[in-house]
């Protein structure tokens, strides 16, 4: 079966950094995503892999390693806004996205 | 920007009712999908439309039903509601054709509690 594994939640400190891992098992590959989403809130596009490698975008980066099924979420100078689930999701061959459950992302002051 | 409107963001329904989740967007674009969230879970495929009056089942398409005739409204449509379609549900919609790059837009969500 298909699988994308992320941790449930994690707690980070305002203005540190914090890296949220996804793992996945899925028939085929044809890019990995990242959403942000406010409690009570649409899911926002933050980033999308497709190849290996670190993509930043500000204060965000994302990496991918097809090899080993496994992704990162970067995130620098947390503020407290930045609390939110964060949801990763892989396109499998048929171009169906498949979502992992979600991390909840809690900053304290 | 793209806007997924969906109009009602909480509803209260009791059991054997019928139920219409409605959502809009106002870009034109060609596909559009229903996911349920639910703690815990990833979300889920209720049912997606790739154009006008075409659809086709996601993961878990039992009990649910979806119509779209016009190209900016999808409608999801509980036939008998129950406990267990107790949910947060979604809308969204991604133009043209699905590549590995396409982003969903999401809408903000309608929270349905069935008693």
């Known amino acids: 079966g298909q699988n994308i594994d992320q941790p449930t939640e994690m707690t980070a400190t305002e203005g540190a950094i914090v890296q949220i891992n996804c793992t996945y098992q899925t028939s085929g590959f044809n890019g990995l995503f990242w959403y942000q989403q406010h409690a009570g809130e649409a899911p926002t596009f933050l980033s999308y892999?497709?190849l290996d490698g670190l993509e930043e975008k500000g204060r965000f980066s994302s990496f991918l390693s097809r090899s080993k099924g496994y992704s990162y979420l970067l995130l620098k100078e947390l503020q407290m806004k930045d609390s939110a689930s964060y949801l990763c999701?892989?396109?499998?061959?048929?171009?169906?996205?498949?979502w992992g459950a979600g991390t909840k992302l809690i900053i304290k002051p | 920007d793209v806007k997924v409107t969906q109009s009602s963001r909480y509803l209260v329904k009791r059991t054997g009712e019928k139920v219409f989740l409605e959502c809009v967007q106002d870009m034109d674009h060609e596909n559009m999908f229903w996911y349920r969230q639910d703690p815990g879970l990833g979300l889920r495929l209720i049912y997606f439309?790739?154009?006008?009056?075409?659809?086709e089942k996601g993961d878990i398409p039992e009990g649910y039903s979806v119509s779209r005739e016009k190209k900016e409204r999808f409608s999801l449509i509980l036939e008998s509601a129950s406990t267990n379609q107790t949910s947060m549900y979604l809308c969204?919609?991604?133009?043209?054709?699905?590549?590995?790059?396409?982003?969903?837009?999401f809408g903000a969500g309608s929270r349905l509690t069935v008693l």
């Open positions: 999701a892989v396109r499998d061959s048929n171009y169906q996205l498949i």
């Open positions: 439309s790739y154009d006008v009056k075409m659809k």
């Open positions: 892999n497709v």
């Open positions: 969204a919609s991604v133009p043209g054709q699905v590549t590995g790059a396409n982003v969903l837009t």
